[in-house]
């Protein structure tokens, strides 16, 4: 059945892969009675807080600083992709892709699941006192207890590596599915670490599904749910206050003359969305932020245009799913995230794989960075306001001032690629790019 969107153009235009930029009608439409609480996201922020000197523990010699990353200027990249005349504010790129252990934005919910799950053993067993000294859970004595644990994840690529990496240094016994089509250098790095890595035929909701069900019927064992984890979600929303900090930091003001804009590559909704969720507790209607998802994966943009009685896919209305950005082929939003995001949500626009190649091209030429192409995939968002229709529309009837704004496009992955992969990329952009 095909579901029934607010317009049929909107339809027409998902169907032919056309890039667009989808406004939510429902945008500060109340949320949901049992939506997370302000006090869960400061819980959040205070436990990977604590678990700073754990992560040093665990990884000696890798990890110089805390699970962040910089907000760093990308006046370069603005440059490069804008005429000079135009007055839209300052671009930023926020650099997930280098976060430690992980180098990518799953970091920040992966980690965040593992150790609550370490904690939570360790208290049970009588291992650690509530609120004691994390450091505990590196101990041999810890690790002898968690080697009776297992954890499983289904992911992708990155939410494996990123929960593999972890809960395996902390000494779980540890199952990643990964769908067949997941990159090998990805599982080797897993194996090497001693994670089991189950590969499935067929999508990657599949091989979540099959990680559900194993994991639920052995004993001892954490399922980390993609689809519908708090735990994952509430590791990203802490993102929001350190961001504050360094805006702060970088003289960038937010309130009603000076809009906060955010664009965040969108697989199944967690990291975005998590995101998206902490910064509206912190900037309320003064962030704004926009998910951009591949041409053939746009799920959360398919399930909010449907409305959320009911759970709609993109095969619904007849995509495929296929695209080259790993972890944003996703046919499925998440139903823990997307009814916050009909509250929350501005507006979502689509991106080919053509498109990601060319902006990963550019933020390699102008910033001199490596991303993965998924995580070029919000580059194009500042212009999609500016000069779009949809986004002209959406600055007026905001009353934004973009050339006050401070605009953030989060840069989701790419540190841990091997640099053969990096070169593959680019040989593959510039390819696209003799051929326009
Ligand atoms: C997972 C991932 C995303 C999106 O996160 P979701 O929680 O799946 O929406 C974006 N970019 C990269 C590089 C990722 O690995």
């Not at 807080?49 to 603005?78: H, K, N, T, Y």
């Not at 003359?257 to 199944?268: D, M, Q, T």
């Amino acid at each position: 059945m095909t579901p029934v969107f607010g317009s049929a153009t909107l339809l027409e235009k998902l169907q032919s892969k056309e890039p667009l930029l989808w406004l939510n009608p429902v945008l500060g439409s109340m949320l949901p009675k049992d939506a997370p609480t302000p006090d869960q996201i400061e819980q959040a922020e205070t436990r990977l807080a604590r678990c700073d000197a754990l992560i040093r523990a665990l990884f000696p010699g890798d990890v110089v600083g805390p699970i962040e990353s910089e907000l760093m200027p990308a006046a370069e990249l603005q440059q490069a992709l804008t005429q000079p005349d135009t007055q839209q504010g300052a671009w930023f790129l926020k650099r997930d892709d280098t976060l430690p252990v992980a180098g990518s934005v799953k970091a920040r919910g992966g980690f965040h699941e593992v150790l609550t799950i370490a904690e939570s053993i360790a208290i049970e067993q009588g291992l650690l006192a509530t609120g004691g000294d994390l450091r505990m859970l590196a101990s041999a004595r810890a690790r002898e207890l968690f080697t009776r644990y297992t954890v499983a994840v289904g992911s992708t690529g990155n939410l494996g590596l990123s929960i593999g990496v972890m809960a395996a240094a902390l000494g779980f016994d540890v199952v990643v599915h990964m769908s067949s089509d997941a990159k090998q250098w990805k599982k080797d790095r897993l194996r090497r670490r001693g994670v089991r890595v189950v590969e499935h035929e067929g999508s990657y909701a599949q091989a979540v599904e099959a990680g559900r069900e194993e994991a639920l019927m052995k004993p001892r064992s954490y399922f980390v749910d993609d689809e519908r984890s708090l735990m994952l979600f509430l590791g990203y929303a802490a993102a929001a206050r350190p961001l504050a900090r360094q805006l702060e930091k970088a003289g960038r003001v937010v309130d009603a003359r000076h809009p906060l804009i955010v664009y965040l590559p969108c697989g199944v909704g967690g990291a975005p969305g998590g995101i998206t969720y902490g910064l509206k507790a912190i900037f309320g209607p003064h962030v704004h932020c926009f998910f951009a998802e591949p041409v053939a994966s746009p799920c959360m943009l398919v399930q909010l245009a449907a409305g959320n009685s009911e759970q709609v896919s993109v095969y619904d209305i007849g995509l495929d799913n296929q695209t080259d950005a790993d972890g944003l082929a996703v046919g499925q939003a998440s139903p823990l995230v997307s009814p916050l995001m009909a509250a929350q949500l501005s507006g979502v626009f689509t991106v080919s794989d053509a498109q990601l190649y060319r902006q990963m091209l550019r933020v390699k030429q102008s910033l001199g960075i490596d991303l993965e192409p998924s995580a070029a995939a919000a580059v194009g968002g500042p212009l999609w306001l500016n000069d779009s229709p949809e986004g002209r529309e959406y600055a007026y009837a905001h009353h934004l001032d973009l050339a006050e704004a401070t605009h953030i496009i989060w840069a989701t992955g790419g540190s841990l690629v091997p640099p053969e992969e990096h070169r593959r990329f680019q040989e593959h952009a510039n390819a696209l790019e003799a051929r326009r």
